[in-house]
């Protein structure tokens, strides 16, 4: 059966004569039947690394707290703890009501409740009800003594909605594991959740504890803690692993909670490497101060990728790292990230009053390394040199600027330059990487938040952060940089400091994240475009479009107004539509909700070459130029970079997860001019096509896989 179904109904009277365009007739088609097509293109891979891990129990633990026994005590060391482990064998029911499975008074808290799913929060754990419609959820708080300042007393919460698991019902094995650094939930030997600790424990002498008999048969308490020690094994459940089964584009980490934050992109000896920050909880980890820090996927066709280890995995508790960029220096590849250690110390117990304090009376920066003598905390721009040329990396430990949100790039003559963002400003220039960085223009870039700089076709660019881009002439350095985005030459496309990456057949991809919750959301790419005036577009990247089965034909020639009813949330869409005059007419596609949300409306007017979001399609939306919000990828509008002379196509794409709580709406016009947005709580039931001025023919729909 046609996934969307179109029925044809001509009104005879003239009741509507009046509709956004002027005078529409209303059109539903009959039913068509048109045999399915094969997939559209084969769909992206994605090899993940296992979740499995096991825990070696070469000591014994510190108590058995034993399932018959409802409460104890142990007898214990006083003083901070840096590692404990937590083993318990559960039974997990749907509570009612709160129920508490473990408690160590000042220590830990391990409970079942169920979670509002109206209320989604930064845990995200309505995206796996139970089939009543149900959240229960498993959650362990650990109770942790910050010295930090005044010094405070915080519960760091680790959870999963009990619906993730394979059975949820039933006996499950939990591990609860604090390293000093991070704090983890396993089920059944597969890691679901973690966070990063700011603070130590503090038990008192005379550990007591309580436990739930009724779930729990028993509990062991090893300090210090167990080692994890990852494993290939059965334990990378399916639905964990869900999001990465429709491909790269709109991909998230197969975590209930995690996202992707800003990206940074290369292609090295034909290998392409997209590191990106791994976002938790939306900014939300170690107590609201991001716990961020760089993950790894590699691949050679952008058909196949590969999860590779963590690049700069967090080591220290002061340690969360902010955006950057990788270079090629000497033949061997390189990714520079900012510490944001500030967000944790204040400034003054970190190395940057003495990185100043050096820059200034020597005009150049100076070397740091990790280990300071003075106890100050390391803040700045570090990095990470890939030993193999492939997958590992190995941290320098070291302080080479104080920019935050470094860009560190290689000019053509292989000299070293930075441009400088938060916590720094300007370009920079040095001999050596780890220090020495001179700067050579105090006043540009301005702003930006990441930068990457590359030429195309006699121009050179530079793209920042959430709405910067500047261009010239290559080779004219006498010239100023031109702000192309003021000059409403609309290049940001609902993408999230993109990082630009030349690949060695000459194409410039553009890779980001389309904002879902706060600082992370969905993976996404697109394919430059250069127009002959040297202003910059976008179009999809055909290797990573979604993969589709199921083509039909739902309309040959739409003039007035269409609908059609959607049976599947995650879809595709392809027309083309015709003037009946060059650069003259107006359309728009109005997507209805099925189950909820707002309507979202994609329109285009093509005579004042201008398209948008809108929830009505009776608000005009701003640009960025005009200070519209683009990159919050909500309601916003692009103009220019689009060519109307004769009839051009237009691709759309749907995509509904329930792990996002909403849809993605990604569309491609004329295949220089793209548009995302993410339209939160939002499911398409229907769509309705409306038209003056030109037509919509060769309307073709495909279940997105």
């Keep these: 059966m046609c996934y969307i179904c179109e029925g044809r109904r001509r009104y005879m009277n003239k009741i509507f004569t009046k509709?956004?365009?002027?005078?529409?007739?209303?059109?539903?088609?009959?039913?068509?039947s048109i045999s399915c097509d094969d997939a559209l293109n084969a769909p992206t891979t994605i090899s993940l690394r296992s979740r499995s891990y096991s825990f070696d129990e070469s000591f014994p633990p510190a108590g058995v707290l034993a399932g018959d026994d409802s409460e104890g005590s142990l007898g214990f060391?006083?003083?901070?703890?840096?590692?404990?482990?937590?083993?318990?064998?559960?039974?997990?029911?749907?509570?009612?009501?709160?129920?508490?499975?473990?408690v160590i008074p000042g220590v830990l808290n391990v409970s079942t409740r169920n979670q509002d799913p109206a209320v989604w929060g930064p845990q995200n754990y309505p995206s796996f009800p139970m089939p009543d419609g149900t959240v229960p959820v498993l959650e362990a708080a650990l109770t942790l003594y910050s010295d930090i300042g005044a010094g405070e007393v915080r519960d760091l919460v680790v959870g999963i909605p009990v619906a993730i698991l394979d059975e949820p019902a039933g006996k499950h094995d939990v591990v609860l594991d604090f390293t000093g650094v991070r704090w983890s939930l396993f089920v059944d030997g597969t890691l679901y959740d973690n966070d990063f600790a700011i603070g130590y424990l503090v038990p008192e002498k005379d550990l007591s504890w309580n436990i739930n008999p009724t779930v729990v048969d028993k509990a062991s308490l090893w300090v210090p803690g167990l080692e994890a020690v990852q494993v290939n094994g059965s334990g990378d459940h399916d639905r964990l692993a869900a999001s990465s089964a429709t491909g790269i584009q709109y991909w998230t980490p197969p975590y209930h909670n995690a996202w992707v934050g800003d990206v940074a992109a290369i292609q090295y000896h034909g290998l392409y490497h997209l590191f990106y920050l791994f976002d938790r909880r939306g900014h939300g980890s170690k107590f609201g101060k991001g716990g961020h820090y760089f993950e790894h996927l590699s691949t050679v066709d952008f058909k196949d990728w590969t999860e590779q280890v963590a690049v700069a995995p967090l080591e220290e508790q002061w340690e969360t790292f902010g955006t950057g960029t990788p270079f090629v220096l000497h033949d061997s590849l390189f990714l520079s990230y900012g510490l944001h250690t500030t967000r944790i110390y204040p400034r003054e117990k970190t190395s940057l009053p003495e990185q100043w304090d050096y820059l200034n009376r020597n005009g150049k920066t100076g070397f740091f390394s990790f280990s300071d003598p003075e106890g100050k905390v390391p803040d700045g721009t570090s990095w990470s040199v890939c030993m193999d040329g492939v997958a590992t990396f190995e941290r320098s430990r070291k302080i080479a600027h104080p920019c935050e949100n470094p860009s560190i790039f290689t000019d053509e003559e292989g000299n070293l330059r930075m441009l400088a963002n938060y916590?720094?400003?300007?370009?920079?220039?040095?001999?050596?990487?780890?220090?020495?960085?001179?700067?050579?223009?105090?006043?540009?870039?301005?702003?930006?938040?990441?930068?990457?700089?590359?030429s195309w076709g006699g121009y050179d660019y530079i793209v920042g952060g959430f709405s910067s881009l500047w261009g010239r002439l290559s080779g004219r350095d006498d010239l100023p940089w031109k702000d192309m985005v003021a000059s409403g030459e609309d290049f940001y496309n609902g993408i999230s400091v993109p990082s630009v990456t030349v690949l060695d057949d000459g194409r410039r991809i553009m890779a980001g994240w389309l904002k879902m919750r706060n600082w992370g959301g969905a993976l996404v790419l697109y394919e430059l475009v250069q127009l002959p005036d040297g202003a910059l577009g976008s179009k999809w990247m055909e290797e990573v479009v979604p993969a589709t089965e199921g083509r039909k034909l739902l309309s040959k020639n739409i003039g007035d107004l269409a609908e059609f009813t959607v049976s599947n949330p995650s879809f595709m869409l392809s027309?083309?539509?015709?003037?009946?005059?060059?650069?003259?007419?107006?359309?728009?596609?109005?997507?209805?909700?099925?189950?909820?949300?707002?309507?979202?409306?994609?329109?285009?007017?093509?005579?004042?070459?201008?398209?948008?979001?809108?929830?009505?399609?009776?608000?005009?939306?701003?640009?960025?130029?005009?200070?519209?919000?683009?990159?919050?990828?909500?309601?916003?509008?692009?103009?220019?970079?689009?060519?109307?002379?004769?009839?051009?196509?237009?691709?759309?794409?749907?995509?509904?997860?329930p792990k996002f709580n909403g849809s993605i709406i990604d569309t491609e016009i004329a295949g220089t001019k793209t548009m995302a947005s993410f339209r939160e709580g939002f499911e398409v039931g229907a769509i309705q096509f409306e038209v003056k001025g030109c037509k919509i023919k060769k309307v073709f729909a495909s279940k997105m896989l």
């Design 19 to 32: 509709m956004i365009f002027g005078q529409l007739l209303i059109l539903l088609f009959p039913l068509i």
């Design 77 to 102: 060391a006083s003083g901070a703890v840096k590692s404990l482990t937590v083993k318990m064998s559960v039974s997990l029911e749907v509570p009612v009501e709160e129920v508490s499975l473990l």
């Design 423 to 454: 916590g720094a400003k300007g370009t920079w220039v040095s001999d050596d990487l780890a220090g020495g960085w001179r700067c050579i223009d105090p006043d540009f870039p301005k702003g930006g938040d990441c930068t990457f700089p590359f």
């Design 575 to 657: 027309f083309e539509v015709e003037p009946e005059n060059p650069g003259e007419g107006k359309c728009s596609v109005r997507f209805l909700p099925g189950k909820g949300g707002e309507p979202c409306v994609w329109s285009l007017d093509m005579v004042e070459c201008r398209a948008q979001y809108s929830d009505s399609g009776n608000s005009k939306e701003k640009t960025l130029a005009e200070g519209g919000r683009v990159a919050g990828a909500g309601d916003y509008a692009v103009k220019n970079g689009m060519s109307f002379d004769g009839p051009f196509s237009v691709r759309m794409a749907v995509k509904t997860d």
